[in-house]
């Protein structure tokens, strides 16, 4: 007997390679990072964001600066901010 022998284990075999990719596809997608869709204008509105030297802090500050927001950088050293106020700088507004 070989495989070839059970229909239903080929099917099945098939069933799961196509779940698979599926699965990869969906796992590469979500992982690959979003992108904020997000286009409120706002300026005139004061954010304060703490630990925004590095991580989701950084990039929701560079967001929102881009929106028009006024940001608030609180961190404990201010050598790591420096660096990361200077890139919010040379970034364009967004447009609404």
Known sequence: MSFSDYPQTRCIAAGAGVTGLAGIALARKYFAGGV????????????????????????????????GATIILVNRD???????LQEIKKRPRMRT
């Open 36 to 67: 904020c869709k997000i286009k409120k204008d706002l300026k005139g509105q004061v954010v304060i964001i703490t630990g925004s030297s590095a991580g989701i802090s950084k990039e929701t500050a560079k967001v929102l600066a881009g929106m």
């Open 78 to 84: 201010e050598a790591k901010t420096l660096p990361v």
